[in-house]
């Protein structure tokens, strides 16, 4: 088990580290995406082959974990991304504004990339990690370290041609909400990957 703690203000480490984990700690509080790209240079430097990410606050459903990687295992694709939309897929409890917002994402990175998605912004999701060895993939840049690392891999999985797929998975939006997300600005954090490698601004 490991343990990305993002110089959390809490007992995080110390619990963790109790319970046997390995625990990577950020010295600085650096976001959501500087600690996924913290875990996914992990798994890959320890020999792993693919990665899944998905949400961390009961969002979705890791029973559906075989569904994203069968695809991968079973050689057919490199990149698979979760849909609530596919047939089969569910979203208990979305509210209007997330349906309209998640819809107009995915119809503008279709337009931006050519790829059909229906589900661009789903936080499930899984792919194989030589992808990131590509030289025209690099995560390691500072300004993917918050909400922009999970858009702009899908848009360099498309970009790159690598082989992608969607599948139909389950997430549910919980009464109280635990995402720390600012509506404003951080749905600019993830449009912005976009704007910027469309118009060749960032790599």
């Known amino acids: 088990m490991v343990v990305v703690d993002d110089h959390s203000s809490d007992r995080t480490k110390e619990v963790a580290e109790g319970l046997g984990a390995t625990v990577i700690r950020h010295e600085v509080n650096?976001?959501?995406g500087a600690a996924i790209r913290s875990g996914i240079l992990?798994?890959?430097?320890?020999?792993?082959d693919a990665v899944v990410i998905l949400s961390g606050d009961d969002q979705h459903e890791?029973?559906?974990?075989?569904?994203v990687l069968e695809p991968i295992h079973e050689g057919r694709f490199d990149f698979v991304q979760g849909s609530r939309r596919l047939p089969g897929g569910r979203a208990?409890?979305?509210n209007a504004f997330r349906r309209v917002t998640t819809f107009a994402y995915a119809l503008v990175f279709r337009l931006v990339t050519g790829f059909p998605c229906t589900d661009a912004t789903n936080g499930f999701r899984a792919f194989r990690l030589s992808m990131i060895d590509d030289p025209q993939i690099r995560i390691e840049q500072e300004w993917l370290d918050r909400y922009e690392l999970?858009?702009?891999l899908l848009y360099k999985a498309v970009k790159t041609g690598k082989r992608i797929c969607e599948v139909p998975i389950t997430i549910r939006y919980h009464d109280q909400g635990t995402t720390k997300m600012r509506p404003v600005r951080d749905w600019w954090l993830i449009?912005?990957?976009?704007?910027?490698?469309a118009l060749g601004m960032k790599q």
């Open 62 to 67: 890791p029973s559906e974990l075989p569904r």
């Open 191 to 197: 449009f912005r990957p976009l704007v910027y490698l």
């Open 30 to 32: 650096r976001g959501v």
């Open 42 to 48: 992990f798994v890959r430097d320890a020999g792993c």
């Open 92 to 94: 208990v409890g979305i």
């Open 150 to 152: 999970e858009p702009y």
